[in-house]
């Protein structure tokens, strides 16, 4: 296959990946319960109420404890575009491989759906923002893929990742900065170690920017 084909392949394959959030939104997310946590803390961290999380999960009081899993049906759901906090997916540096928006490949003009940032294979990756996992595992063509869903109206898109380093389950709550996994050796040896972060808000592709400060 030449070079520009399989570009637009990968393109198509996240646009592809993006519908299987949809099809993984009744998951009911669940988050789990870290030292230092109170009732009003998650409920503030997640964009509830202490009285939806107690309603959620049965619970007659405010004793929650360390490791214990809770439902939370309306996380991250009453939040505005500008609640949303980002920071950087992965360790700053690392050029561009390939940006937003249509690039040149050869004599082709292609629409690239994120932006491909030079990294080493094994590169810690983490959650840009607080969200739900709501897909993590392979796709074809393209490998392991996360996709996390923030509130706002804001999807992430993260690939690839190595199967042995997921930390990530789908319907689990993540966390802004928990680690999600590492980069992935690339499949074809003449492709550049690297990260695809993609942003999408209403399910269309936006700039990245705001991952990559």
Known sequence: MKPGAVVLALVVTYCVICCVAVALAQETPRYTVRKGDSLSLVAKKLGTSVAHLKRSNGLKNDVIHVGQDL?????FKGLKPGDVRWSRPLPKGGRTVRPFGNYQQGK??????????????????????????????????????????????????LAPLDAASLAAQPGQIVLRGDVLGATATPESASEEPHLHVELRRNDKAVAPDRLLK
Request: overall charge negative; glycine content about 14%; some cysteine.
């Open 71 to 75: 439902s939370v049906p309306d996380a």
């Open 108 to 157: 082709l003009v292609l629409p690239s759906t994120g932006a491909d940032i030079a990294c080493a294979a094994g590169t810690r990756v983490t959650a840009p923002a607080s969200g739900i996992v709501r897909h993590a595992g392979a796709m074809d063509g393209v490998g392991i893929v996360v996709i996390l869903e923030h509130g706002g109206s804001y999807t992430s898109v």
